[in-house]
Nanobody, 122 residues
Framework: VQLQASGGGLVQPGGSLRLSCLASGRTFSRDGMGWFRQAPGKEREFVAAISWTVTTYYADSVKGRFTISRDNAKNTMYLQMNSLKPEDTAVYYC?????????????????WGQGTQVTVSS
């Protein structure tokens, strides 16, 4: 399985970005998927996740601003990020869980993408 994250970039505070995660090598329609991020000098942290039944989970820091979704026909997961803040600056990673879904835990994921940089700055 390969996961390819894209859509990152430089955006001003208050702006929006949409990240995509394209999965290949496996049909992931029955897998849980998630987004994590890692800011410079910090540990990687949970951002959002979506189960195969489309149950969604969010970190408190992004609730109400970020929306996770998936399109199984395209084997793609998305993260719509609105009202971005400088503290959202990080490398964003997508991940897939093929077993028991533990959405907020890194150890619950089997496959990881390469990451895409999001920078929020004026």
């Amino acid at each position: 399985v390969q996961l390819q994250a894209s859509g990152g970039g430089l955006v001003q505070p208050g702006g929006s970005l949409r990240l995509s995660c394209l999965a290949s090598g496996r049909t992931f329609s029955r897998d849980g998927m998630g987004w994590f991020r890692q800011a410079p000098g910090k540990e990687r942290e949970f951002v959002a996740a979506i189960s195969w039944t489309v149950t969604t989970y969010y970190a408190d820091s992004v609730k109400g601003r970020f929306t996770i979704s998936r399109d199984n026909a395209k084997n793609t997961m998305y993260l719509q990020m609105n009202s971005l803040k400088p503290e959202d600056t990080a490398v964003y990673y997508c991940a897939a869980s093929t077993g028991l879904f533990r959405p907020v835990t890194e150890a619950g994921y089997d496959y990881w993408g390469q990451g895409t940089q999001v920078t929020v700055s004026s």
